[in-house]
């Protein structure tokens, strides 16, 4: 090939190769996330910038440490409390998403009771856990948040949560600033609603369970996958089994999960918006 030949098909493969990496840089910034939502991925100034430009909305994400049968991983409520409140703060574009809080009460340790018979689930005291929401209620305060959420993804500290946040209101009432909720609609689109969802889909109720069933386990297969180990699926199902399960996993779906992701952030985005200032 004749010299300029070759240095014209060198000079065209320079401005290829440049044209393809600048289109996959501009991809790849096309893919990352428009706004940061999760406090603890943010500097101090980051956090303080967006308060002042607005972001007056934290959403506290609350999971919990628990069995979920030999099937799903002890750390399911925490994964799943962080993805939705981060999706539901992405919907909502004023809000942030506090560290999610993986130590709730769980039942007595002697004798153990309700998940404590099961190999590491964590508990605590119910005042402790009352006095630690309490406390971050007030450093939110504190910051300059307008509205505080408590986002539960465990029926058994539902009660707590909407005590705190009465106390914390009786006590801030001459002071305006700052309004504490407890966002119960949070818990409570994961249950009938969802299961009404998955009935019109055919399951039963015995399948689709309280605690580790259909419902439970698909949602956790919309989130992360990985935390659910397939070939413990199939165990037999019953109610209130020994191996911590009540309902039948088998027909679990990520599938069935997207409807009760759908559910629980819709609900959830329409009473923060109903009640935030």
């Given at each position: 090939?004749p ?6 098909v ?38 303080h ?29 925490n ?16 809000a ?89 609609t949070?818990?409570e ?15 039963s ?19 992360d ?21 009540y ?16 559910i ?12 935030a200032?």
């Open positions: 090939m010299k300029h030949l070759t240095q014209l060198r000079r065209a493969l320079r401005l290829f190769l440049v044209l393809m990496c600048g289109g996959w840089v501009v991809a790849m910034a096309t893919t990352q996330p428009a706004t940061q939502v999760f406090m603890e991925d943010m500097t101090w100034t980051e956090l910038d967006r308060l002042a430009h607005g972001s007056t909305t934290v959403l506290v994400p609350i999971g919990g440490t628990e069995q979920s049968g030999p099937h799903m991983a002890l750390g399911k409520h994964v799943r409390v962080k993805f939705l409140a981060g999706q539901i703060a992405e919907r909502l574009g004023n942030v998403v506090a560290p999610v809080l993986a130590y709730v009460p769980e039942g007595n340790t002697t004798p153990p009771t309700a998940h404590m018979r099961f190999t590491g689930t964590l508990t605590i005291a119910p005042d402790t856990f009352e006095a630690i929401l309490a406390f971050t209620a007030k450093s939110f305060k504190q910051h300059g948040f307008h509205d505080v959420f408590f986002l539960g993804d465990h029926g058994g500290y539902q009660k707590n949560e909407v005590h705190v946040a009465d106390k914390l209101n009786k006590e801030w009432a001459k002071d305006d600033r700052c309004r504490v909720h407890a966002l119960t949070y818990y689109a994961a249950q009938e609603p969802f299961s009404a969802a998955l009935r019109a889909k055919g399951l109720e015995a399948e689709i369970g309280t605690h580790a069933g259909v419902a439970d386990t698909s949602l956790l297969m919309a989130v996958p990985s935390m659910v180990r397939n070939h413990a699926l199939l165990q037999p199902a019953g109610s209130r089994l020994p191996n911590g399960v309902g039948d996993p088998a027909k679990s779906s990520a599938e069935l999960g997207q409807i009760g992701l759908k629980i952030i819709d609900r959830s985005v329409q009473a923060i918006r109903a009640a200032r």
